[in-house]
């Protein structure tokens, strides 16, 4: 019995937030990224590096703020400032950030 390919659709991508350890589409998610120049929010998901995804919810970035997880997923030491440039972001009036 010869076997057949059928075609499936490519399932959507997903990636785990750091913070809640649950799975998103990737789409959902703020992706922030360690490059030889540092750390920097990656908006549209294009910057060459280690990347860490998170829930772009203001509370949760608050929480994470106290937690620092991007310190355990990039392996080094990072700034509590990273989590304000996100707020600065995700939270509508606050227009001073760093983003790449």
Known sequence: MPMTMTSKKNPPLTRKCVMTQKHFQKNELLRVVKTADGIKIDLKQEILGRGAYITPD?????KMKKKNPFARAFRMNVSTEIYDDILAIIEPG???CKQE
């Not at 203001?58 to 608050?62: F, N, Q, V």
Request: net charge positive.
């Open 58 to 62: 203001a509370s949760l970035i608050r």
């Open 94 to 96: 606050i227009t001073s």
